[in-house]
């Protein structure tokens, strides 16, 4: 999809990368892991050669997965990885807006705090699976038995928790709001839409005058 | 199901360990080069191409006697097997017909989750493989109505095969015989193991002997509870949002201000 004349830019290409090689991989490993954890589900590895398809492809992605989350999160974490105190407050409290109506919504920025918390879940509970995951893949011999045994239970604690903020950001990146899922694909939002979800953000680069507009192809577009 | 269990009775073992090699014979296993390391048990541990064993061990009675102890370790068969529990793809199974814990290496993946869940920690990894190993009661045999090949090959009778009534009521009389801290090992843990011992001393004078083998609470955690939870969180996050889509409606823009920020509820 290409953007449209007017356009604003809100993501680049480093971090559309990123965000889809985390997001691919990520997805990878949940069909995989689920493909093994339930038998109902075995059939999920019939185009890759079975359980031990499944196995090895959840292991090499998990290396994929692990590299692209430190890159995401070195990222992100000052713009995503931080609340604001009061503003994040009474978005929480308005729940965004997304559940009950609401007149004003409290204005945010770049990141709103459910998209904080999307990403907080996925940095830590990421780095949970990265480290119960590779002692699992590697044991035995780096854990004690009883402390070895807790990293499986841990492993789908992170999946049932992952998946279900997967979800959410899914839905809320695609139907749920509408116009904003360009931001992962061109890079460019409508300003309305941009305006209505971070306006404070909208408000700062026009003020720095760090805004950029996308001004069209200039065969096409007169 | 007429359940078989192996009896080992410590007190009759000479630790000949012509067990230990029938079992390599029957079941086709290299030797694996060891050092001395001052004891007679070789190998020290359970290993990928070892299934079972031989402790040797040297303890002080209240005499003062310095007096060997033997006693032979090998796979449990436990009737409620975290192993199999835990098994992905359905390569370790309770044998229908005895009980005993069967292994095929064909399905085995060699995701090592049986590893970390047995009680006994039994199953070993071979990285060459990329395989588990494990003592499977000589499954060729006994399904064949053959005795195991370690039971076969002992001839001091320390090693008995045959129905558990039988068996348990044997280990009793000979317990009562033995007397002292002699006691039954194995028919009070994970449901009742199919190998089974009659120790000569109490269980806490045997080195490296699991003192309270049970199914780790993580595999009950992990199988029992966060498995069937990782399907209601999915199923709710997914029917969640359909429901909000539904009730509540995507968030736009307001169509005729364009600059008033609300949102729009289908109320």
Redesign the interface.
Known sequence: MKPKKGMVKVTSLYERVVHWVLAISCLLLCYTGLG????SLNFLGIIIG???G??IVHNFTAIIFTVSLILAIKMWWREAGIFVFPEDIDWVLAAG?????????PETGKYNPGQKAFFLVVALFGAMMVVTGFF?WL??GFLP?EA??????LH??G???I??FF??HL?LGT????GSVQAMISGYM?K??L???H?KWLKEMEHEGTLVVYKGEDKKKA | MTQIIKLYDDSKCTACRGCQLACKQWNDLKAGQTEQQGTYQNPPTLQANTYMIIHFQDYATSEGNVKWLFRKEACMHCTEAACVTVCPSGALYYNKELGTVGLDREKCIGCKECVAACPFEVPKYDSKTSKVYKCDMCESRISNKLEPACVKACPTGALKWGEKDKMLELAQKRVGQLGGNAAIYGDQYVGGTHFMYVLKEGKDVYADIHKNPKVPLSVILWKKWLKPLSLLGAGGVIGGSLLHYILHGPKRPDQDAGNDVKTEGRE
């Open positions: 093994m954890m339930f038998e079975g359980l031990k499944l196995k807006g997304y559940l009950w109506h609401v007149d004003k919504v699992m044991q035995p038995m070895l045994r807790w990293m499986y239970p789908v604690f999946f049932v928790v998946f279900a979800f959410i839905y139907i749920g709001n509408p409508e309305p839409v305006k209505m979800l306006p």
